[in-house]
C-alpha cells in the first residue's frame, strides 16, 4: 500500500472512531432525558388513579384537598382550582411535604380530575 491509501485509511477509521463515540454520548443523554420525562408522566398516571379512588370512596374534592404526600419518593398530588381560589391555599389543603420542602415535585388535578401542573 502507498503512503496516501494508508493516510487515506487511518483518515477514514478515525472519522469512524469519533462518530460512533459521539453517537453513543448523544445516545446516553437521550435516555436521561426520557427517564426524567417518564417519572412525571409516571407521577401524572398514579395521580389520576388516586384520584379516581377517592372520586369512587366518596370524598369531597370540591375543597381542594391534598389526596396524599406519598405518591412517589418526592412526588405530592393536590387539589386545586383553575384559576385558584382562597380554598386551595387553607392550611389543611396544601400537600405539607411540599410546602415544608420535603417534597420536590407535585402533580395539581382540578376537582374534575384535569391536569393542572405537574412539577
Same mark, same amino acid.
Given at each position: 500500500?502507498?503512503?496516501?491509501?494508508? %493516510?487515506?485509511?487511518? &483518515?477514514?477509521?478515525?472519522?469512524?472512531?469519533?462518530?460512533?463515540?459521539?453517537?453513543?454520548?448523544?445516545?446516553?443523554r437521550v435516555i436521561k432525558k426520557d427517564a426524567s420525562?417518564?417519572?412525571?408522566?409516571?407521577?401524572?398516571?398514579?395521580?389520576?388513579? %388516586?384520584?379516581?379512588?377517592? %372520586? &369512587?370512596?366518596?370524598?369531597?374534592? &370540591?375543597?381542594?384537598?391534598?389526596l396524599t404526600n406519598d405518591l412517589m419518593p418526592d412526588w405530592v398530588v393536590d387539589v386545586v382550582h383553575s384559576p385558584r381560589e382562597d380554598v386551595d391555599d387553607l392550611s389543611h389543603n396544601l400537600c405539607q411535604r411540599y410546602v415544608d420542602g420535603f417534597s420536590k415535585h407535585i402533580v395539581e388535578l382540578d376537582p374534575s380530575g384535569n391536569v393542572v401542573r405537574v412539577r
Open positions: 500500500m502507498d503512503q496516501r491509501t494508508k %493516510l487515506f485509511v487511518m &483518515s477514514l477509521i478515525f472519522v469512524l472512531v469519533v462518530g460512533v463515540g459521539v453517537m453513543k454520548l448523544n445516545e446516553t420525562v417518564s417519572t412525571a408522566d409516571q407521577a401524572t398516571a398514579k395521580a389520576r388513579a %388516586l384520584y379516581k379512588k377517592a %372520586l &369512587s370512596n366518596g370524598t369531597d374534592l &370540591s375543597q381542594g384537598p391534598c
